[in-house]
């Protein structure tokens, strides 16, 4: 019996196609979601347009601190891994509920699938990379989106046995659902603009960066209206430094948004800036221009390969490269290796076989 552990948003595209192709293929699973995302914007509409069967275990950890809620987590899945005694484990990405799943299970003996293994920024500032540093260390069986990826892994002394390089399995829900995708009414009745999301605590959490950002962004919506879906923890910053979304002309402050909307959204925009980690990799396939709000990404694919800039916050750059982008910049890019969409169908394969010889 294999046991997937989810908690947040980015974690869900990544369970449906992979939960989909073991289906396919028979094999026992079950769903463990640790509720570290909650709300129907941020959970259940995901679970429901992803075609995501509900989870067989809600956790209900929520909004905590970094140490209590991944504490919470790790209590109450090997309260359920006791009881249940799964063969694996897969975890996902790079979020609390991605360690705290994977330090359980490898206490209790059990193994462990990383998906998007062995990505690394090298800012140990993101609580993102402990995470994925951690969970590296003791994961069993690496399922790698990039190249980059193998190679820290090996750097690190994971044994290449361990390692497999299937590509990014993100695009496979964009593949599966692009249909649905494209027969969406389109989110916003603008005929041109920018899509933009921000939520990494280095961007929002700080009073004095978050309203530059804003200034930045409100200069910017003059020359080109914006189109700002909110992440919860950057709604209430916003709100505690006493800037109300809705008063902004150009700047359109909108819900989160479901999966379908949000692709949809990226698909038609002139550019997208972001500090995002799926949104880089997503704009990447879409071909659509990203600006990355980050001074360094995990995910360095979508700049060699892809469409993605980082600019840090040096804002200067980021206009300059917004009009050039406007007064038709090339932006050249092609959709990296194993990006295809199929994903999810060589990790099942893989996922199978590990399972028999256990
Ligand atoms: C988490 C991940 C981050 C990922 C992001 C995607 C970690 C350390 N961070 O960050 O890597 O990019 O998810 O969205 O795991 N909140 C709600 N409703 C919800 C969920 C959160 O209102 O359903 C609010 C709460 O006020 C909470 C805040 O958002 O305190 C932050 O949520 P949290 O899960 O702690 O971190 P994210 O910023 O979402």
């Known amino acids: 019996m294999i046991f997937h552990i989810v908690g947040t948003r980015p974690n869900f595209m990544k369970l449906a196609p992979l939960y989909s192709e073991l289906k396919n293929r028979k094999v026992e699973q079950k769903i463990i979601h640790t509720g570290q995302?909650?709300?129907?914007?941020?959970?259940?509409v995901f679970f429901k347009q992803l075609e995501i069967p509900q989870p067989d275990f809600n956790?209900?950890?929520?909004?905590?601190?970094?140490?209590?809620?991944?504490?919470?987590?790790?209590?109450?899945?090997?309260?359920?891994?006791?009881r249940e005694k799964p063969e694996m484990v897969v975890v996902y990405g790079d979020v609390n509920s991605t360690v705290a799943g994977a330090l359980v299970a490898s206490k209790m003996g059990i193994k462990i699938a990383h998906i998007e293994a062995g990505l690394r920024s090298f800012d140990r500032t993101m609580p993102e990379e402990i995470n994925r540093m951690v969970t590296d260390s003791i994961t069993d069986y690496y399922f790698t989106p990039s190249a980059d990826a193998n190679q820290h892994l090996k750097n690190?002394?994971?044994?290449?046995?361990h390692i497999y390089f299937v590509g990014n399995i993100m695009i496979d829900s964009m593949v599966k659902f692009m249909p649905k995708i494209d027969a969406r009414e389109n989110v916003v009745a603008l005929k041109k603009y920018i899509l933009c999301t921000m939520h990494r605590p280095s961007n929002v959490d700080d009073q004095e960066s978050l309203q530059k950002l804003i200034e930045v962004l409100e200069e910017i919506s003059e020359v080109i209206e914006i189109v700002f879906p909110l992440h919860p923890r950057t709604r209430k910053k916003l709100l505690q430094i006493g800037i109300d979304p809705k008063s902004f002309d150009k700047i359109h402050f909108i819900e989160p948004q479901g999966y379908y909307e949000f692709i949809k959204l990226q698909k038609k925009a002139e550019i997208v800036i972001t500090d995002s980690g799926g949104i880089q990799e997503e704009t990447t396939f879409l071909g659509v221009?990203?600006?990355?709000?980050?001074?360094?990404t995990e995910r360095p694919i979508t700049i060699t390969e892809g469409t993605n800039q980082l600019i840090g916050q040096d804002y200067k750059k980021l206009k300059t490269e917004i009009?050039?982008?406007?007064?038709?910049?090339?932006?050249?890019?092609?959709?990296?290796?194993?990006?295809?969409?199929?994903?999810?169908?060589?990790?099942?394969?893989?996922?199978?076989?590990?399972?028999?010889?256990?």
């Open 37 to 44: 995302h909650y709300d129907e914007r941020m959970y259940e």
């Open 59 to 82: 956790l209900g950890v929520g909004s905590l601190s970094h140490a209590h809620q991944t504490a919470e987590m790790m209590i109450r899945i090997e309260e359920v891994f006791l």
């Open 156 to 161: 690190e002394g994971i044994k290449e046995k």
């Open 289 to 296: 221009p990203c600006l990355t709000l980050r001074e360094n």
């Open 323 to 358: 009009v050039q982008i406007l007064g038709e910049k090339a932006i050249k890019g092609k959709i990296p290796d194993l990006w295809d969409g199929k994903t999810s169908s060589r990790i099942a394969d893989n996922l199978v076989v590990i399972l028999s010889n256990l």
